[in-house]
């Protein structure tokens, strides 16, 4: 059931005991627990935390790779220890195979087009190469620990092994797979690894290889779901098992390796460059390991032979490796306020044509990141971050991330430059990258299922990250206002939705939620309650594996705030924000004193037009040519004070208690503000009021204004002040869809009207290089100098 919830489909965890037969009421604050959330237990409970009997799995790896440069594909031998920490016996083990590029895999099966005669260079290449090559692992072979076989079968990016015998609670297993692996060309078959060659005429012919979801591992078991063994369809991405690994690849002699962990025989590096990554340590700005030049010489060289690279981690959940003789690496030491980790060694591995760029940011956009990260979260629990400049232009792995863009060479010229967007795209994607090594490398939430939970919590805490490195950092993906066009389109679907229907993919998984939490943060909660929240959220599941439900009870427990409105309205719905200020009524108590009530209607009545039947009329009235017909009532009207008046009134005086009589006293007016929710999403309303003293006050209204109409409320302010105008919203906080309903009285909108360009309609004629003269239809070929010889003739 859980599941249904989760995809989106409208169906609670259990059948809703609430029935709203009569009227058309909406609640929208109706509470999320026991209705929708799934029942607390032992392993999670009702606070939101891991309970007193949470378990997750534990898996072990130690492997031995090789990169074959020339057919580029990696051979591998992996031994795996799976620990079982779950109450239940288990008799078969679920590995994931997301890179099983076959022909006819799972996504390119599932892939659609959009219909109207139009295809990308890419795609065209993308079908040539798959008739021509085949990735996908192959010669797979699986044993147990003493070398006898063990019975496989392979579900497309899935293999289930079959144990020799159960696999008890508390108990744990040893299988060994043999596997090779071609590595795609990732420009052109895709995916979150690959290779990339600089065979251009003005390139040196080498490689930059980016090797992740290259060896069988170990999919996730859980206490909420069991085997989660959804296939790979493309857009969810992974969640796995923590634990230790060994790792050694072998690599031409050439080639810089970086990969997940540290590297565990740093003999292999020169003792020049032992020596940097020792200066690098407490350096100031980062500091190259291997320098421009010996990269450049590595290029021009040829391998001697291979090398072997052994790296070591613990307690991570993937293990990925980058290698080439292109790479620059540079270095510098992030020192952090925690005994277990006091320096994060903030890496970078770049081509020379990536450079001046990636010398400029990369490495600094890491340490920035684990600044703000740490801020927010915790600190960085791991000794490396990395950034690798390859073919994958943004992917994230346990201390190991892949970024994209690089500077531009003319082709003519061959002057280097790079693009703003370039420089804060690179500044962005190492930031959003390396970020993900909080949510979901250590914060273990599952993509597959939920995209928003690591792509939407990453890209808030980005999103900060960002504004602190420049205020007016060109991104889009947080701010309020630049959700809006998202928000009122029509294909759209709740974030509680399954990652792989999530439709409009970035501005679901990435741009909404971070807008949401930016909300939250700055508008309903405030810093200081969100902030308390969202860390006990990190620090809570750090390590482990949370789900919805536990970021949700989290942030309500910790913070002493009700948000069941707001996740029902952000997460679960499509509605949008759209507050109108429809009317405002400027109203005073009525005193009672016949003085005083009579000449305020007096007033009034005056201040209304003249009928026009009595403003067109010319003639004398009677009462005025024969004065003999006006007698008391011409002289008095109704807004006189009688005799009775001042009596009745002076009996009331008499009657009326002090408290009373101050009541009457009481001047202030009393302004009622007629509110109408569009949007249908609940939202505070943020009241501007500017008075006519020049004086002004921003009232924050609650959401629970809304609890007992969802859709319109008439909400009342008392101030001695003249009202002079209203504005909802005034700082564009709360993503409200349309601000021309906002302001009070309404303002004209200012526009910009383009001028259409006629259509001149299709001119082959032109196009095809013929004219025809001013006596005939009929054509000739342009003659392309007979201006010039007209010229000539009038010189």
Request: proline share 6%; hydrophobic share 35%; charged share 30%.
């Amino acid at each position: 059931m859980m599941w249904l919830v989760a995809a989106g489909l409208g169906v609670a965890a259990h059948a809703s005991p609430i029935a709203q037969t009569k009227g058309d009421f909406v609640d929208k604050f109706r509470q999320l627990e026991g209705e929708d959330w799934p029942t607390p237990t032992d392993y999670r409970n009702a606070a939101g935390a891991p309970g007193h009997r949470y378990w997750q799995q534990k898996v072990d790896y130690r492997i031995t790779a090789r990169l074959d440069e020339p057919s580029r594909t990696i051979s591998g031998s992996e031994t795996i220890t799976y620990h079982n920490n779950s109450p239940d016996q288990l008799r078969y083990l679920w590995l994931l195979l997301d890179q099983n590029y076959k022909r006819d895999h799972i996504a390119q099966r599932a892939e659609t087009v959009s219909p109207g005669g139009q295809i990308s260079m890419t795609e065209v290449r993308q079908a040539m190469r798959y008739k021509e090559w085949e990735g996908g692992f192959n010669n797979l072979k699986v044993t147990d620990a003493s070398g006898r076989p063990l019975k496989f079968t392979v579900v497309d990016t899935l293999l289930r092994i079959d144990l020799a015998s159960p696999l008890n609670s508390g108990a744990a297993t040893t299988v060994k797979i043999e596997f090779t692996l071609p590595m795609p060309e990732a420009r052109v078959v895709g995916g979150r690894s690959g290779y990339e060659c600089f065979t251009k005429a003005d390139q040196d012919g080498n490689c930059i290889f980016l090797a992740a979801q290259w060896f069988p591992r170990a999919a996730v078991y859980s206490d909420y779901e069991g085997w989660h063994n959804k296939a790979f369809v493309g857009s969810g991405e992974f969640t796995l098992e923590f634990g230790d690994y060994d790792v050694s690849i072998t690599v031409p002699s050439d080639h810089v390796v970086s990969a997940t962990g540290v590297l565990a025989n740093p003999e292999i590096l020169t003792a020049a460059q032992r020596a940097r990554l020792a200066q690098a340590r407490t350096a100031k700005e980062p500091v190259y390991i291997v320098t421009p030049a010996e990269a450049l010489a590595a290029e021009k060289g040829k391998p001697s032979g291979t090398k072997t690279w052994r790296f070591t981690a613990s307690n991570v959940r993937d293990f990925a490796f980058a290698s080439s003789r292109k790479f620059v690496w540079d270095a510098m030491g992030v020192k952090q306020n925690d005994p277990q980790v006091p320096l994060v060694m903030a890496m970078s591995f770049y081509p020379k044509e990536a450079r001046p760029l990636w010398d400029a940011y990369s490495t600094k956009a890491i340490a920035h990141t684990i600044d703000v990260y740490g801020e927010f979260a915790f600190t960085y629990p791991y000794p490396t971050a990395q950034s690798i400049n390859g073919p994958v232009g943004g992917m994230e792995y346990p201390m190991m991330t892949f970024n994209g863009p690089r500077p531009v060479k003319d082709k003519k010229t061959g002057q280097l430059t790079y693009t703003e967007r370039a420089k804060y795209g690179l500044i962005g994607v190492v930031i959003h990258e390396i970020g993900h090594s909080w949510f979901p490398m250590i914060v273990n939430s599952d993509e597959r299922q939920w995209t928003w939970m690591d792509e939407g919590l990453n890209s808030f805490l980005e999103f900060e990250a960002e504004r602190r490195w420049d205020p007016k950092f060109p991104r889009a993906r947080g701010e309020p206002r630049d959700i809006v066009e998202y928000m009122v389109s029509r294909d759209q679907v709740p974030l509680m939705t399954n990652s792989e229907s999530v439709l409009q993919f970035g501005n679901n998984g990435y741009a909404k939620p971070a807008t949401a939490l930016v909300i939250l943060r700055e508008t309903i909660l405030g810093r200081e309650l969100f902030d308390f929240a969202f860390k006990e959220y990190a620090r809570r599941w750090r390590f482990k594996r949370p789900t919805p439900y536990d970021f949700f009870r989290t942030m309500e427990e910790a913070s002493g705030v009700d948000l069941d409105w707001f996740w029902r309205g952000w997460f679960y719905s499509t509605d949008h924000v759209d507050i109108s200020l429809d009317k405002v009524v400027k109203a005073r108590l009525d005193t009672r004193n016949p003085e005083v009530e009579k000449a305020w209607g007096r007033d009034k009545a005056k201040a209304e037009p003249t009928p026009l039947t009595i403003a067109r009329n010319t003639q004398v009235p009677v009462i005025d040519r024969d004065p003999a017909t006006r007698d008391f009532y011409d002289e008095t009207d109704r807004f006189t004070v009688t005799a009775k008046d001042r009596k009745d009134y002076d009996g009331l005086k008499k009657k009326l208690e002090p408290e009373e009589a101050a009541v009457l006293g009481f001047k202030d007016n009393f302004y009622h503000f007629s509110f109408r929710n569009i949007g249908g999403l609940v939202m505070p309303v943020i009241l501007k009021l500017d008075y006519e003293d020049g004086s002004s006050e921003t009232i924050r209204i609650p959401a629970e204004v809304w609890r007992y109409n969802a859709r319109a409320v008439t909400w009342q302010h008392v101030t001695p002040k003249v009202l002079k105008a209203a504005e909802v919203d005034p700082l564009w906080e709360t993503a409200d869809a349309d601000r021309s309903n906002n302001a009070y009285p309404r303002r004209i909108e200012p526009a910009v009207l383009k001028l259409r360009d006629d259509p001149t309609g299709d001119n082959r004629m032109a196009d095809s290089e013929l004219e025809v003269t001013p006596d005939s239809t009929k054509t000739r070929p342009i003659k392309k100098d007979e201006k010039k010889d007209e010229k000539k003739d009038e010189k």
